[in-house]
């Protein structure tokens, strides 16, 4: 078997059989930089770019040496240019130990996007993978054509609303099990009774799935990666995501997948009937009818629409007593000291990616990309003005906002304003949206409870940044 596509005028090679062997031989892999970990992934197919997101562990060599994955991911590459990647930690990417943050792992796709050349892409995901292209859709729509979901998880940890999650006892057993299990057949084999029950008597296909999980993680990787999956919320993003959504699921997985879909605005859902695994590519009824459907949906989206509305992470400060500071130094000292200040906030905003929006006097707006880079890039600021003899109050929110003219607007950004009018002196002051989004940074927060904000209805929970981010830049600088 041997296929290949145009892209660009370049010729690329899809999927190579080697006679001798009977195995089918694997695009390249290619690798991206992101921050300071190597992403590796694989391009092949022809037309569109569609990036896929894999919900589970992955490694890029041992998945294709399972056929009926190649069969399915087959089925993308006959309609798509199609991009791949292990996620970081796992399979032939960098390992990790620490737990990765959304916002880290949403900047792998940028830059496996980067590296193979693709302006905009459809994303695919499924599962606990759905988040990490959520947040891209909704903070890159420029990027992102369309989304695509299969039984899409929203959040880790159970909640009021979100009944379907574990609980917080049940995360710690089943942390317990991964930690003391992963790699042993006994645990492998009773992952599969759970996850791909209809394959539990293939024994070809519980030697593959053995080896594959085995070269996806290491023990300490498994268990960095399930706490991810626990600490990741992205249910207050979905309503930010203003670019076409298709949602499949399987009909055990009906009420997580309305209740992603229901947030999203103008999503679709679709049904796979019959379909019981977590494994939708074993079932090749249902990866015909996601195939068809997938390709019919993308070709009938309008390529020049473009976004009005983005996630953004708005960042507000402003001087603590700037009026008492200019009664005391007089005018030409405040003016000076005021000049000083702005150069430093500058240049924080500039390492952490920040755009100034708008100066008031003694105070910045900015937006960012990345909640992550906003706290880092807020604490820096208060620790450097401090040379100065100067306090600050800052306030960072994410939510959906406007695009006019190139700049950010809306009611983000007056939330931002009001959660820093909340901040005491030297506080850097997070809505509970920016706290969730950053679980697992290792960036650590004190509540301070629920706060009516002016102007803003109803009661928002605020959290402080806990003293010594500043002095960690990070690797999302």
């Given amino acids: 078997m041997e296929g290949a596509g145009i892209h660009g005028g370049e010729r690329v090679a899809v999927f190579q059989l080697d006679v001798e062997n009977r195995c089918v031989q694997p695009p390249e892999i290619r690798y ?52 791949m990647f292990d996620k970081r930690g796992m399979g032939l990417s960098d390992r990790l130990r620490e737990v990765p943050t959304l916002e880290a792992r949403m900047d792998d796709i940028r830059a496996v996007m980067d590296e193979a050349g693709s302006e905009r892409a459809a994303l695919f995901a499924a599962h606990e993978g759905a988040r990490i292209a959520a947040l891209f859709a909704a903070t890159y729509p420029e990027r992102t054509t369309a989304l695509v979901l299969h039984d899409p998880s929203a959040r880790g940890r159970r909640g009021a609303d979100y009944p379907w999650a574990r609980s917080d006892e049940e995360w710690r057993v089943w942390l317990r099990e991964v930690a003391d299990g992963w790699g042993t057949i006994d645990f492998f084999e009773r992952q599969l009774r759970d996850y791909c029950p209809t394959m539990v008597g293939d024994t070809e296909f519980k030697r593959w799935y053995v080896r594959h999980m ?13 706490r991810m999956v626990m600490e990741g919320n992205v249910t207050d993003v979905l309503p930010a995501i203003r670019v076409p959504t298709l949602v499949f699921h399987r ?49 009938g989206l309008d390529a020049d629409a473009k976004p009005e509305r983005v996630l953004a992470t708005i960042l ?20 000076k000291v005021l000049r000083q200040h702005h150069a430093l906030v500058r240049q924080r905003l500039a390492q952490f990616r920040g755009e100034e929006l708008n100066t008031m006097g003694d105070g910045f707006l900015a937006s960012f990309d990345s909640p ?11 620790d450097d003005v401090r040379s100065l003899g100067l306090e600050i109050r800052a306030g960072v929110h994410t939510g959906e906002s406007e695009v006019l ?72 600088a």
């Avoid at 998945?63 to 991009?83: K, L, T």
């Avoid at 679709?268 to 996601?290: C, E, Q, R, S």
């Fill in 32 to 83: 991206a930089r992101s921050g300071d970990v190597s992403v590796a992934f694989q391009v092949f197919g022809a037309g569109s770019d569609v990036v896929v997101v894999r919900g589970s562990l992955s490694d890029l060599s041992s998945v294709w040496e399972q056929p009926m994955f190649v069969s399915y991911i087959e089925g993308f590459a006959e309609f798509a240019r199609v991009i």
């Fill in 214 to 226: 085995r070269q996806s993680a290491s023990p300490g990787a498994a268990v960095a990666f399930q």
């Fill in 251 to 299: 009909p055990s997985s009906t009420e997580p997948a309305a209740y992603v879909a229901g947030r999203i605005s103008g999503a679709v859902t679709m049904v796979l009937d019959g379909l019981v695994d977590g494994y939708l590519w074993v079932n090749p009824a249902a990866t015909d009818i996601l195939l068809r459907e997938t390709r019919s949906f993308l070709r």
């Fill in 316 to 335: 507000f400060t402003d001087i603590v007593g700037s009026t008492e500071h200019a009664a005391k130094l007089g005018d030409s000292r405040w003016k």
């Fill in 372 to 382: 992550g880079r906003a706290i880092r890039s807020a604490c820096a600021i208060r």
């Fill in 405 to 476: 003219e190139g700049k950010i607007g809306g009611i983000a950004v007056h939330i931002a304003a009001r959660v820093s009018a909340s901040a005491h002196p030297g506080q850097v002051l997070v809505s509970s949206t920016v706290k969730d989004l950053v679980a697992g940074s290792g960036i650590e927060f004190d509540d301070v409870g629920l706060h009516a904000l002016k102007g803003v209805p109803g009661e928002w929970h605020l959290y402080e940044v806990r003293a010594g981010v500043g002095a960690d830049i990070g690797s999302l």
